[in-house]
C-alpha cells in the first residue's frame, strides 16, 4: 500500500477543513498595511517569488481577463490549513512523471488562444466568497518571445522549452534557471531551481508530456521537496508540493497538483508564526485552475 492511499484509509478521523474566525486578526493586518493596496502587494509579491505564482503571471499575460463572479459555496475560504503531511516527494513526484508521461499530448498551433479559468479566495480581502476569472492569452504571441518581457513566455515557447529538454534532472535543473533566472540576489540556488521548475510546471500548458515529465524527475531530485495532501480553494483534495524551510516565522507556498492526474491545480500561502493577524498554518491565499484549454479565437469557452 502507497502512502497516499494509507491516508486515504484515514481520512474518515481526519478534521474536516473550516474557515476559522480570522476577522480580528484580518482587520488588524489590513489596518496596518492599508486595506486594498496591502491586499493586492501581498498577493502580487508572493506570487511573483513563489514556485506557485503562475496566476499572476497569467493575470499579466492574458487578454480580456475578467471577473466573473463567486467561485463556489461562500464557505469555502483561506482558513485553518487542513494538511497531512507525507514526507520526502521524491516517489510521489517519479510518480507523477510516469503516469504524465504516459498521457497524450495538449497541442497549440500559431493563431489559437488559451483559455483559462480561475478560482481565488484571499483572507485577506473584503470580498465574500471565492472569486472566478477568465481570460485568453495568445499561444504564439512574439511579443512574449526571446526575452522581449524578461521571463514571461507565451506558452509556444514553454512548450518548444519542454521539447527541447535533457534527461538528465541536473541539466533540467540547470535550463529551469536560465529559463525563469533570478532576480533575487539572496535566493539559494536550490530555492531558485525549485521556484522555476514549478513556474514551469504551472505554466506549461499545452505541454509535450515527455517534457512536463522531465520536470516533474527534476523536482524530484531538488532538496527538500515535500509533500502532504490538503484542501484546494474549492474544499477538494489536492496534493500540495512545498520547499522545507529552517525558518518557522516564513511563510509556506504550496504548488497543488491533482491527486489523479498529477498535473497542476493550483497554489496556496500557508502563513508562518511571523505573519501578523495569522495563525502559523492559516492558508491566507488559495487558487486553483479551474478550465483550461486551446481555443480558436479570443473570446470562445470550451
Known amino acids: 500500500m502507497d502512502e497516499m492511499t494509507a491516508v486515504r484509509d484515514l481520512r474518515s478521523d481526519a478534521p474536516v477543513a473550516r474557515r476559522p474566525d480570522l476577522v480580528a486578526g484580518r482587520e488588524r493586518l489590513l489596518k496596518e498595511a492599508g486595506r486594498a493596496s496591502r491586499t493586492r502587494r501581498l498577493r502580487t509579491d508572493w506570487r511573483l517569488a513563489a514556485v506557485g505564482a503562475a496566476a499572476a503571471i497569467t493575470a499579466a499575460a492574458l487578454i480580456g ?6 467561485g463556489g459555496s461562500g464557505d469555502v475560504r483561506p482558513g485553518a490549513s487542513y494538511a497531512i503531511e507525507l514526507g520526502s516527494a521524491k516517489d510521489l513526484l ?8 504516459a498521457g497524450p499530448a495538449v497541442t497549440a498551433r500559431d493563431g489559437q488562444w488559451i483559455y483559462e479559468r480561475t478560482v481565488e479566495a484571499n483572507a485577506t480581502d ?11 492569452k495568445k499561444y504564439a504571441d512574439p511579443a512574449f518571445e526571446n526575452g522581449k518581457e524578461g521571463d514571461d513566455h507565451s506558452p509556444r515557447e514553454q512548450y518548444t522549452f519542454l521539447t527541447g529538454l535533457p534527461d538528465d534532472p541536473r ?8 529559463f525563469y533566472y533570478a532576480t533575487d540576489p539572496t535566493e539559494s540556488r536550490v530555492a531558485h531551481e525549485y521556484r522555476a521548475l514549478g513556474v514551469v510546471l504551472s505554466r506549461s500548458y499545452p505541454y509535450d508530456p515527455e517534457g512536463l515529465a522531465k520536470v516533474y524527475r527534476a523536482l524530484a531530485t531538488v532538496p527538500g521537496v515535500q509533500v502532504a495532501e490538503v484542501t ?3 474544499g477538494r483534495d489536492a496534493i500540495a508540493l512545498y520547499l522545507k524551510s529552517g525558518d518557522p516565522s516564513a511563510g509556506r507556498q504550496e504548488i497543488l497538483l491533482d491527486p489523479v492526474t498529477y498535473l497542476y491545480r493550483g497554489f496556496r500561502l500557508v502563513a508562518g508564526s511571523g505573519e501578523e493577524g495569522m495563525r502559523k498554518g492559516d492558508v491566507i491565499i488559495s487558487g486553483v485552475r479551474e478550465k483550461v484549454a486551446v481555443v480558436d479565437g479570443e473570446g470562445q469557452r470550451p
Not at 481577463?65 to 463567486?70: A, E, I, L, M, R
Not at 517519479?94 to 508521461?101: F, L, M, P, S, Y
Not at 473584503?126 to 485568453?136: A, H, K, L, S, Y
Not at 541539466?171 to 536560465?178: M, T
Open 232 to 234: 484546494d480553494a474549492l
Open 94 to 101: 517519479n510518480r507523477a512523471a510516469d503516469t504524465i508521461a
Open 171 to 178: 541539466q533540467v535543473r540547470a535550463k529551469a534557471r536560465a
Open 126 to 136: 473584503d470580498v465574500d466568497g471565492p472569486e472566478t476569472q477568465e481570460g485568453w
Open 65 to 70: 481577463t475578467q471577473v466573473v463572479g463567486d
